[in-house]
């Protein structure tokens, strides 16, 4: 059989046509997660959350965490009134949204033990958005879930 430049030419551009919608089948079924589905607005409020990071530094006793095999310890200001305290503790994963949890702030002798049994090892962004009376404050840090059994 012999080809001539009218089957070439013919072969090559099905061939790029079969490429593209191969890579748009692929690209359909890709999987992306938003940080959050309300991105525009959180946007707009970012400065709120510099000023509280801003008052969160500033305090006498910072609002430390720990990291353990099953849980994360949250210790919150010894000179604050844990009764007034209130607020949000999100687990962000950014590989996948359905990792994601939220807690609320529950103070019991100014420490709030969250348990990490139930989510996948990985990393995650530790959100803290709280209030004591009316002063709000902001903490985030980057932490590793990673269930070693001792």
């Known amino acids: 059989m012999k080809l001539n430049w009218g089957t070439g030419i013919t072969t090559l551009y099905l061939g790029f046509v079969a490429m593209i919608l191969l890579l748009v089948t692929m690209s359909i079924g890709q ?25 969160s530094a500033a305090l006498e006793m910072p609002l430390v965490w720990q990291v353990q095999d099953q849980s994360i310890t949250l210790f919150y200001p010894d000179n604050m009134d844990e009764k007034a305290l209130s607020g949000q503790v999100k687990l962000y994963c950014p590989s996948n949204d359905k990792n994601d949890r939220t807690f609320t702030v529950l103070s019991k002798n100014h420490t709030q033990v969250i348990p990490t049994s139930g989510l996948p090892a990985g990393n995650y962004h530790l959100q803290i958005d709280w209030k004591h009376k009316d002063q709000t404050y902001y903490n985030e840090d980057v932490i590793v879930i990673s269930h070693i059994n001792p």
């Open 31 to 55: 999987k992306i997660d938003l940080v959050t589905e309300h991105y525009y607005e959180e946007e707009l409020a970012y400065q709120s959350k510099i000023d509280k990071k801003h008052r």
